[in-house]
């Protein structure tokens, strides 16, 4: 592959697999994964920490000149730090799922973590997941996908996955959470979850994950080609 600066965009819903299979085809195609939704979890994270009502967007707002949100790389893992402690431990709790969703649906935080963004794609060849990467992030990426699955299906992985980390939470909870969350994410006013008109739409209800890396794989190869 030549020296060339490549960004690979996969926004999509939560729970469609866009972690697991943007990092596996960044490893295989040697490009940096970043997760997006680990750093508005970060800021999630930080407003329950620090007593703030995540609805309460002036509070939510004063709050983000005092914290520092950085990202960085141990063992090839994207890590999140918060004034400069690691965080990525704690960011994965459904009260912080729902913290990110509140907060991501506000101006002043999307802009306080577009630059770090902007600054990985223009640095490394990136394979970047998020909501809004091929229509705000970066509208000029080599390759933009929007990856998506029923929300029915999307609730039984995170369901499978919330159980083996030992969670107590039913079925009916995460589904519920999810279609709340998909309802925040898509209706927001300010960069909504919606797919780039020169995306490619891949949806994966019907495959196995093995299938859907495969699949994905193709896509950005044929991108690439081009
Ligand atoms: O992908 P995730 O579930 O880790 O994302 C957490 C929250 O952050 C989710 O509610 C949507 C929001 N998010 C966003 O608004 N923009 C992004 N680029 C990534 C995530």
């Known amino acids: 592959m030549s020296d060339k600066i490549v960004s690979v965009a996969i926004d999509g819903p939560s729970g469609a697999g866009k972690s697991t299979i943007a990092r596996a085809l960044a490893n295989e195609l040697g490009y940096v994964y970043v997760d997006t939704g680990a750093l508005y ?5 930080a407003v329950l920490q620090n007593g703030i009502d995540p609805k309460d967007a002036a509070a939510v707002e004063a709050l983000l000149p005092q914290i520092q949100v950085t990202m960085g790389y141990v063992n090839g ?12 431990g704690f960011i994965r709790t459904p009260e912080v799922s729902m913290a990110a969703s509140a907060t991501s649906a506000m101006p002043p935080v999307r ?12 640095k490394h060849s990136v394979i970047m997941d998020g909501r809004d ?4 992030v970066l509208p000029f990426a080599t390759v933009k996908i929007f990856l998506t699955a029923s929300a029915e299906v999307r609730a039984e992985r995170r369901f499978i996955e919330l159980q083996e980390k030992g969670m107590s939470v039913t079925y009916e909870e995460v589904l519920a959470d999810m279609k709340e969350r998909d309802y925040n994410d898509s209706h927001r006013a300010t960069a909504p979850l919606k797919p780039a008109e020169d995306a490619v739409l891949v ?21 690439l080609k081009e």
Request: glycine share 6%; net charge negative.
């Open 41 to 45: 979890r970060t800021v999630g994270y």
């Open 77 to 88: 893992e994207q890590r999140v730090f918060l004034n400069e402690q690691d965080v990525s």
């Open 203 to 223: 949806d994966t209800s019907g495959n196995t994950l093995e299938e859907a890396i495969a699949r994905m794989k193709e896509v950005v190869q044929n991108a």
């Open 133 to 136: 990467i091929g229509t705000v």
């Open 111 to 122: 802009q306080f973590l577009f630059h770090l963004q902007q600054e990985m794609a223009q």
